[in-house]
């Protein structure tokens, strides 16, 4: 008997492409292509804008490829998982550059379509699959990180609008988004249960942020400070005093989605593969222990990324992502920072510059890359959050007496 499921399936692969081919400008098919790095990000900054990553975007998002398997009714592709597993694979096979990237396709948006009213969804969502908004994270403040229950934010119900007073920290790009999904307090009695989820427009008047250098010489965090900034009523999403529920969910998504660069398509082990052949390279690999250190480490990302598809083919059969992407947010930090540590190991020498001549810029990206992973395991939630949270919700252990 002919299966026409797999038919249909390998007709559909031939047809997205071709048209991938087609809709991919031709100016970036070269490494060097002249584009933006910011392109890729979208937001209000690019309306308008002939770059070509913007046309390559908004080529994608016209058949809501941006979001694949997001309903129709709000722009998305519409598609199955299993199209969506298709066109993610043609997409890596011929080394696409990403359409876009975007806080709201990878965080914000699921949790609209979960909490949301429908007002609300047929507002944000559109703009989210075309690029048109950028989105940041308001969560940690100075005195709330890995208690995040402990957010001072103020937001005040002033009748026909909300008034938010406080301040967040480690706002990853606030100085170049256009919105912001942020965690404030709307009962001050209350601890978890007096948490409100509400949509920020960042072109308020009181919004103020300020980039905060890190040590690997990069600014992608920012404080962000509300004063008396009002917002309608209508950018509360949820209910009232309801939003600790939502911004569980949502971290759930984010760590989803900090892991999914190790899964397969994914590029964030991508070096690992290359470490012996750089090492051979820089004349290290004769060391016995480097070496096997090299192979281990290979080895734990290919049993990271079996893990991580698992996951994510249960989490496409289910309701979504569940408390095992602590487990893999966990593994994927303590991956990342192994690597980055063999990557300059194997430079020797050349793996500590740091600028100026006589350092390729890939020797130059080693000691700067291992300094940035020093926040992977904080972003997303720190290594011991999660460590909690697999031992509360994953193995159901007691809380210490």
Not at 134 to 160: I, M, N, V
């Amino acid at each position: 008997m002919a299966d026409f499921g797999a038919v249909d399936l390998e007709a559909f692969r031939k047809d997205v492409r071709e048209q991938l081919k087609a809709m991919y400008p031709a100016e970036l098919r070269s490494a060097d292509a002249p584009t933006d790095p910011e392109a890729v990000w979208g937001g209000r900054a690019f309306a308008g804008s002939q770059d070509p990553q913007i046309l390559w975007m908004n080529r994608m998002a016209a058949k809501g490829w941006t979001t694949p398997t997001w309903p129709k009714a709000y722009g998305g592709g519409g598609l199955t998982a299993d199209e969506a597993r298709i066109l993610d694979k043609e997409l890596a096979a011929g080394k696409y550059r990403p359409p876009v990237l975007a806080f709201g396709i990878w965080m914000l948006g699921p949790v609209l379509m979960e909490y949301a009213t429908e007002a609300q969804k047929l507002v944000h969502l559109p703009r989210i699959i075309k690029g048109e908004v950028r989105w940041c994270q308001g969560y940690s403040e100075p005195g709330a990180g890995s208690d995040l229950a402990a957010l001072a934010t103020r937001c005040e119900d002033k009748g026909d609008h909300w008034l938010i007073n406080g301040s967040k920290v480690w706002t990853s790009y606030a100085d170049k988004a256009d919105w912001c999904f942020c965690l404030v307090r709307t009962d001050a009695t209350k601890k978890h249960e007096g948490i409100s989820f509400v949509l920020i427009d960042m072109a308020s008047p009181g919004v103020e942020t300020r980039p905060i250098q890190l040590i690997s010489g990069e600014s992608p965090f920012c404080e962000t400070f509300f004063t008396d900034v009002k917002i309608p009523k209508e950018n509360l999403v949820g209910r009232v005093n309801g939003g600790w529920e939502i911004a569980k969910r949502l971290l759930q998504y984010e760590r989803q989605n900090i892991s999914a660069g190790f899964g397969e398509g994914g590029t964030a082990g991508g070096a690992s593969g290359d470490l012996a052949n750089l090492a051979t390279s820089y004349g290290a690999l004769p060391d016995a222990d480097l070496r096997k250190r090299i192979t281990l480490n290979k080895m734990d990302f290919q049993a990271l990324r079996q893990t991580i598809n698992r996951s994510a083919a249960e989490s496409r059969a289910g309701n979504g992502p569940s408390a095992a992407t602590s487990i893999i947010k966990y593994a994927a930090a303590e991956f990342a920072k192994e690597r980055s540590e063999l990557m300059v190991e194997a430079l020797g020498h050349q793996g500590l510059g740091w600028d100026g001549e006589g350092y390729d810029p890939p020797e130059i990206g080693a000691v700067r890359g291992w300094l940035r992973t020093k926040a992977n395991s904080i972003e997303g939630g720190t290594s011991e959050v999660n460590l909690n949270v697999i031992a509360k919700r994953v193995l159901g252990l007691p809380d210490m007496k």
